[in-house]
């Protein structure tokens, strides 16, 4: 019996070897605008930056939460770099009865350095502890970085695409 329930999800502070994942509040727009201003974060995932009011309207839409929170929850971090204090990206699970979908986005400034890595494999980690018997991520099929960090978490390239992203997954063992 399957007792993954997504009722009883809220994101929770963690932590990494070099990074704090901090549960989202409306005040991190600020400090995270800066971080994610980068139009280049969006040549795989489309769109453009958001400004720091765009960007605090659409963390007031997360914190609000999903129509249905009794069969969604939505766990949004802040990725906090330790060493320095900076806000530097997010992560995010979509938390559903059939496990979860992971996404992760990670400042230009802050890339190649393992850290996006690292924050995904963390909330992997926990989700697993928790009982998760699936998790996804959606990954654009040139974006070789975040195909290695969907692998460091350990899931696993499938056939299916859906709007042009490879559906990654990690299936618990039955």
Do not use: K
């Not at 929770?12 to 994610?36: I, N, S, W, Y």
């Not at 997360?62 to 971090?77: F, H, I, K, R, S």
């Amino acid at each position: 019996m399957n007792t993954f329930d997504p009722a009883h999800f809220a994101a929770v502070p963690l932590r990494g070897a070099r990074l704090d994942l901090e549960p989202l509040r409306l005040d991190h727009a600020a400090e995270t605008a800066p971080a994610l201003a980068d139009p280049a974060l969006h040549v795989f995932i489309g769109g453009a930056p958001l400004t720091g009011p765009e960007l605090t309207a659409r963390y007031a839409r997360l914190l609000a939460g999903p129509p249905d929170p009794a069969t969604t929850v939505w766990c949004n971090w802040v990725l906090r770099l330790r060493e320095t204090g900076e806000a530097i990206g997010t992560v995010q699970a979509t938390v559903v009865a059939g496990g979860a979908e992971l996404a992760w986005v990670l400042g230009t400034p802050w890339q190649g350095r393992g850290l996006a890595r690292e924050a995904a494999v963390v909330l992997a980690d926990w989700l697993r502890e928790r009982g998760a018997p699936a998790l996804v991520a959606h990954v654009h099929p040139e974006h070789r970085a975040s195909a290695a960090v969907a692998a460091a978490a350990g899931l696993a390239p499938t056939e299916v695409f859906e709007d042009g992203e490879r559906r990654w997954e990690w299936r618990a063992a039955n």
